[in-house]
């Protein structure tokens, strides 16, 4: 064990393909501590989405070891994971994954809603807001249905709604491959701020644009 | 619990699809009861199974016993019956609200079956003579009918008997507006049953995805599980529910309302929780494997 926030070991994962099984992850270790940003690189089809939810507590691993600030993940259970999740990780998913038809607020204000104790109405709406500020976007209206955002304002909304719970680790895969360039660059110094401001950033990409601000690049595949 | 404000927003995103169904359900149940009432209302009452499984003495009639052998049951078209008993108070009523005992009055005034009929149909007579009670229940209406028949000297005579024995010849099932009945009742079934079926799979999509989304961000499985449950629950048991009713106040409007079997309540309830367990247990297999897909172990 290390003083790293998110510390894997030996990680091995295989899929079904056919009558085989295929291997995604072969021996894949990481140390990722606060204020590190770091890139994990590589062409579709490499694991990066399955090497980030295993890491995220979204998947069991097969083979190795994981430990998000000193627990284990390996024999946690499903109640145990949600809660390590709450509180220590932040997930940003490629397309930003917005519940959809649904306000800004209620979107950001997601992770909240599973805390306990219970976090108020005007907690959440004042965390809302500075969450939404955090990320450039504090003109927008928590009310406004996000179907009418544009792409690059989403993936803000979902990077707020990532660090509404101020997470220690956040993870975030492939977060800029629906933007354009301007968006991206955006979100790339947003993600850089974030790093130098104590949070632990590990992120996916094969994008240059956001994999350049990182301190490390770890390549797969 | 904030699962509790979630459940009303999962059912409120669901809405639309719930109205639609119980839109769908009714629309069936009236048909279906439209259809009833043409076939098994006319129809061989002991052929019709709901009737068959009545528990003994559920269903009555009043059989004609007829000296001239115009036997009501036997006449293949409408006709003019005089001197057949009319076993009703007033005009338009039901016949099972007459002839449960308690209430199976006859017109005071009249002492004759004559008098009672006054240009009866058999259709109206077949209609009537049904009730919802046991054979002896009726036997004071028949005492006072046949001390009538007997004081006009017709040598017509009644007796009340169990449902199952009678034999209703007035089958109209097989004529064309019977099948023509029947295919659009199956028609609008299967259109209906489509329409639900592609809205329950758009709102398993949305579901499933709203539900990843929010194991993303710390919602527990089992709490989504609940949720789902619920949800399913909530969305099930209204619309089978407002189906149910509307198919009963058509029957209760129909000419011929068939006879209910004891605790029918039960059915729909029963039908709601194979339904729930027909849907909820794949729904729940397939919130697992999304919330935690697996590759070989
Ligand atoms: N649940 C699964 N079952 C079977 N194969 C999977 C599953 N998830 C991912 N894979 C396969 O694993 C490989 C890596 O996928 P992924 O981790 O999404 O890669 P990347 O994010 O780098 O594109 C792909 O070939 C994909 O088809
Ligand atoms: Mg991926």
Redesign the interface.
Known sequence: MTSALLHADNLSHAFPDGENTRLILDGFSLDLSAGEMVGVHGPSGTGKTTLLRILAGLLPPQEGTVWVAGESLNYATPRALARIRTAHIGFLAQSGDLLRSESVAANIELPLLFIRPRVGQSERARRVRAALGTVGLGDLRPEQNVDTLSGGQRQRVALARALIRAPAILIADEPTAALDAAAATLLATHLRALADAGTAVLLASHDPRILTPCDRLIPLG | M?SRT?VGRDFR?ATGWFVLCAVILAGQAALVASFATFTVGYADAAASPSETELPAGQGSAVRVIDPQARNVQDLEEPALLPGAPVLFGALGERADLFLTGEDGRIDPGATTAEEFTAGMRAEDLARLIRCLCAPDALEDVIVSINAAEDAAETGRRYEAVPVKELISPLERSGTLIDRLNLTLGITVSLLGGVVVAAGAHRLRAHTLR?F???????????MLHLRAQLVLALGITPPLLLGFTAGRIVYAGADWPPLLPAHYLLFPALFALALHLLIGIPFARRISRTL??K???
């Open positions: 904030s979630r995103s709203r990843l989304i929010e194991h993303l961000h710390g919602a527990r499985p089992g935690h897909p590759g070989p172990s």
